[in-house]
């Protein structure tokens, strides 16, 4: 019985580890995401900005709400002092307590509290968006970090097998010139070089995954840990659009993409505090009122009965007219108006920079995709001219130089297709991020 529940430990422990070890092992595109969304300190900020206006925009309704506030002292005096019973000097002690409570409203001002309102919400609807818009960012950028990392690990295992294949090559020459073969001894020499050069790409390779996975790490700002893998992407996730423009891109940024929403957001909301800085150049209608009582030790009444018998109430309504204010109020609508300026210009200016980078971002993929395209059929031709020239290397029938020359343009054209590919892909990427298609 007790070596049954030593093994069941033993084997929950087990399975602990071994699921612990998967799990540093292989990570998702999902997790990468995930993980830098909430390690980036500019997300973090973000997040804090938008909870600020949320808080913002809860005082401004707040504002409407009557204010109340309460108070309660006690005062003690000696000497000459005025009776609070009869209002009479005396030359004695008085200890006395004063209690009250008062409350004012603001009925009118020129509809300040009701613009501030709606000011304070379109700022923490652009703090939002200004929020997702950060997320967004980190979003694609881990996205195009990742299939970087995928496009070093392919080159890398391209480089590998060319190595193999160079290998190949070299072993053969060594054999027949082991056995006396009619090789030259310059076959040998170009055939080990060859193996030499693959064995250096072998080694840049590794070194470019490296950099790669490195950069995604500091992305996703944890410690880099160079035996994790990626875990690979399905062909669908690697299909680029090419069928779509720029101007439906941008088009479409314009009513998806954060950035843009957090930037119209903020000028509407400098709209409303030109009004808000106006509205405070009306006259002001207020309400307010109180209740007090009080006690002292020259009445003969109890403390309770002179609490309950010495309050009184007030009420009061109030007109302010701004007649002279130093210019003030004045100046705040001017600077009010400025400011909606200044949010004129960031919104027209994210527009421009965001219409830029679209077309930036599809030229570039249409390139990467013309690119792939005609590296295709190079490659497919250079990769027959190979084959061919094998045989005749094999058959002695050409010299090493020209087979190596056929190697070379094989291995060159299979390692740009595939740069190619992830180029047309990375950038397709960047466009549906414009598009709004990333969003987290």
Known sequence: MRFSKYYLTLLLLTAGVLAHAQQDSVITLQQCLDIAIK???????????????????????????????????????????????????????????????????????????????????????????AYQAAKDLVTVNVITNYLLVLDAKELLKQNESQLAVAKENLDIAATKENYGANTTASTFSDLKGAYAGSKVNVVQGQNSLNAAKLSLYQLMNIPYNKNVELQPLTAQDLVGDKDVNAEQVYETA??????VKAATLMRQSAEKGVQY??????????????IGTNYSNLNTQTYYSQFRNNYGTDIEIGLNIPIFTNHVK???????????????????????????????????????YNRYNALQDEANAYA??????????????????????????????????????????????ILDYYQGKLTQ
């Open 254 to 259: 314009l009513q998806q993409l954060a950035t």
């Open 39 to 129: 390690n980036n300190l500019s997300v973090k900020q973000a997040s804090v900005t938008a909870e600020q206006a949320h808080i913002g925009l809860n005082q401004a309704k707040d504002n409407l709400i009557p204010y109340i506030s309460g108070g309660a002292n006690r005062n003690l005096t000696s000497g000459r002092a005025l009776n609070p019973v009869t209002n009479a000097y005396i030359t004695q002690s008085v200890t006395s307590d004063n209690y009250n409570l008062s409350g004012s409203v603001t009925v009118f001002n020129g509809l300040a509290l009701q613009s501030a309102i709606k000011q304070a919400s379109l700022a923490y609807q652009s703090g939002k968006m």
């Open 277 to 290: 800085a106006r509205g405070l150049l009306y006259p002001s209608l207020f309400l307010a009122g109180g």
């Open 384 to 429: 027959e001219s190979y084959r061919v020239q094998k045989i005749r290397f094999d058959a002695g029938v050409i010299t090493s130089d020209l087979f190596l020359i056929a190697k070379g343009n094989m291995d060159a054209a299979e390692l740009n297709l595939i740069a190619a590919h992830y180029d047309y892909i990375i950038y397709s990427k």
């Open 330 to 368: 004045k100046n705040a609508v001017a600077l009010a108006k400025l400011n909606l300026l200044n949010y004129e210009y960031i919104e027209e200016g994210t527009k421009v920079q965001v219409k830029q980078s679209v077309e930036t971002a599809w030229s570039n993929m249409m390139a990467a």
